[in-house]
């Protein structure tokens, strides 16, 4: 996850000296635009700070100076939004500052109304909100566990009692007790969205994306389609091992899939869950990556130091050495922190870190190319004005990591040492490979998807606050066809053990991600003159791949994101395609699997 603040300055261009009577000109949109950026540039690093402390030790203290310094933010950047909105219309602007007008305006993720005490509010609640999930705790065998553990214990524990004990006890604490103040957040941000012209504030993240909110949800529904057969397959066939495992008194033949035995707290990857699904014979594709980094000892750092070697082996120059020393890599002792794993970039130029409690795992070494991606991305980008520090849209700053993480195929592991040449699976493996890949890779497609689906309702009014639960029920059946392990109601709040839901975190660019690591993916290894089945290339090492992955990073958010996938892929489009082509054998002998088999729910 990408974790940037867009800081403001807390008292700057209240009545800025170009709000004049008469019609604004260009040169005065130049001007706003320029004086904008810099007062951006200059006050984010202390912004970021705060937010980095209060992510890093959560305390009384650190969340009342991080909601200080958000709702300044908020405010001033509501008053630049505003001001953004009244230059948007004059003739004769140049591309470049209609561009950064726009990303002014919509630039907001939760936007405040331009009224005394609003951000304030807005930003106490989102703080409140956040802070509570990171010190939210659920409980296995009645004794408490934290939110990274739980999920640890998730993947791992097969008995079914103790899987909805956690599940039930993390929603229950987590999400149950922020319904209230969720509904007050929506409230106040809708309020800010309109005051900047906007429907609402779904409307507004959609319009972030060079097209209209219509024509962004219509893309959305476009991809689902082109990817939606491959889902029902995987869920057909997931749905039967499940049932041969615990029988029909726990997970029937037909039907949603009881979610809490998917190995995830929200069921949104299935990965864990491969021992039970995978295929006799083939299902064994002969190494386990978390054993592999065990025996090699493998330690967090260790694991960082090789996510490192993979962009340097493409000609990426080393992390700096303030990363090292400022990153939070493991779960400190002594204090709360926020698990979630998140990349950061506090100076806009060379101050990168992530922060995550790693464990030695497969799944953590994917999380760290995946984080690593979003700290490359930002140093690519440095040298863009302040408003084009960002990815060509918020996908393509998701979808970086992920196209690394692909590349951790047994071959790479090989490259890196961590598997033995005679160990690498043989052909006949294949369909285990890309099984283990959809388990996770697939089986997220409308989990991300649905949790804006969801918000955007919200935001709409067409999901009204008393429906939030039967309505956030009712899009996890339509889209992923599963369904709560225990019965839930409205004094229930399940979006809210969802981290992020109450840290207002746009969530439709993760399923972007998925659609478009597997595009850069494809193009990478086609320059890479790469002949194998796609799923096991590797272009490890290959630094002409490098060089034009870096010219698309180094774009930024400067021009419209077709043209920064047009640098890397050749194409304009956003498709679902490349996806499909990746599993195209998985599809075809799940459907064999499937024969005679009821599929749906």
């Given at each position: 996850m990408l974790r940037t603040a867009v800081s403001v300055l807390a008292l700057a261009i209240a009545t800025p000296a170009f709000a004049q009577a008469t019609a604004p000109t260009p040169a005065q949109a130049d001007a706003f635009v320029a004086d904008a950026e810099k007062q951006l540039a200059v006050l984010s690093v202390p912004a970021n700070q705060q937010n980095w402390i209060n992510a890093t030790y959560i305390t009384d203290d650190t969340d009342a100076l991080a909601a200080k310094v958000n709702a300044e933010q908020t405010e001033l950047s509501v008053k630049l939004a505003g001001e953004a909105a009244r230059f948007a219309g004059v003739p004769g602007l140049s591309i470049d500052t209609k561009r950064k007008l726009d990303l002014l305006r919509g630039g907001i993720t939760l936007p405040a109304a331009a009224r005394p005490g609003a951000a304030d509010e807005l930003a106490t609640l989102t703080t409140k909100m956040s802070s509570a999930y990171g010190k939210g705790r659920g409980t296995l065998d009645g004794k408490p566990i934290n939110g990274s553990d739980i999920e640890a214990a998730m993947g791992e524990t097969r008995d079914p009692a103790k899987l909805q004990e956690m599940w039930t006890t993390w929603h229950d604490q987590v999400g149950a007790p922020m319904r209230g103040d969720y509904g007050k957040m929506v409230g106040l941000a809708n309020e800010g969205a309109?005051?900047?012209?906007?429907?609402?504030?779904?409307?507004?993240?959609?319009?972030?994306?060079?097209?209209?909110?219509?024509?962004?949800?219509?893309?959305?529904?476009?991809i689902w389609k082109q990817?939606?057969?491959?889902?029902?397959?995987?869920?057909?066939?997931?749905?039967?091992?499940?049932?041969?495992?615990?029988?029909d008194a726990v997970q029937s033949k037909t039907g949603p899939i009881r979610s809490d035995l998917l190995g995830n707290m929200w069921a949104q990857e299935w990965g864990n869950i491969y021992d039970i699904v995978a295929p006799a014979g083939a299902g064994d594709v002969g190494y386990d990556t978390g054993a592999l980094?065990?025996?090699?000892?493998?330690?967090?750092?260790?694991?960082?130091?090789?996510?490192?070697?993979?962009?340097?082996?493409?000609g990426f120059a080393p992390l700096p050495s303030t990363f090292w020393d400022r990153s939070q890599i493991v779960k400190p002792a002594d204090r709360e922190v926020i698990c979630h794993a998140s990349a950061w970039d506090i100076d806009n130029a060379d101050d990168i870190r992530i922060k995550m409690c790693t464990k030695v795992n497969g799944d953590d070494f994917v999380t760290i190319h995946h984080e690593l991606g979003h700290n490359y991305y930002q140093r690519a980008y440095k040298t863009q004005p302040f408003l084009y520090k960002n990815g060509a849209n918020d996908g393509f700053h998701e979808a970086i990591g992920d196209t690394i993480a692909l590349s951790i195929t047994p071959q790479y592991l090989v490259q890196i040492g961590l598997l033995d040449q005679a160990k690498v699976p043989s052909a006949d493996k294949d369909i285990g490979l890309l099984l283990r890949q959809a388990m996770d890779k697939v089986a997220f497609l409308p989990f991300g998807l649905l949790i804006d689906k969801w918000r955007w309702g919200v935001f709409s009014g067409a999901i009204a606050p008393g429906q939030y639960q039967a309505s956030w029920d009712a899009l996890r059946l339509q889209y992923q066809g599963i369904k709560p392990p225990v019965a839930r109601d409205e004094t229930k709040f399940d979006p809210g053990a969802k981290y992020h839901v109450p840290a207002g975190v746009p969530y439709i660019r993760y399923f972007l991600a998925r659609v478009l690591q597997f595009q850069f993916y494809e193009a990478a290894c086609k320059q890479a003159g790469w002949k194998g089945p796609l799923h096991r290339c590797s272009f490890y090492g290959d630094k002409a791949v490098g060089a034009k992955l870096n010219a698309m990073l180094a774009m930024g958010q400067s021009k419209p994101w077709p043209d920064a996938l047009q640098v890397f892929t050749g194409s304009r489009e956003m498709s679902g395609a490349a996806l499909v082509r990746y599993f195209a054998p998985l599809k075809t002998w799940l459907d064999k699997q499937n024969k005679g088999k009821p599929t749906g729910w």
């Open positions: 309109k005051g900047l012209g906007y429907t609402d504030v779904g409307a507004m993240w959609r319009a972030g994306y060079d097209m209209t909110p219509e024509q962004f949800a219509a893309l959305s529904d476009k990817v939606e057969p491959l889902y029902l397959a995987l869920h057909t066939y997931t749905r039967w091992k499940l049932n041969e495992k615990y029988g980094l065990k025996a090699k000892g493998y330690d967090p750092l260790k694991m960082v130091k090789a996510g490192e070697g993979f962009y340097s082996s493409l």
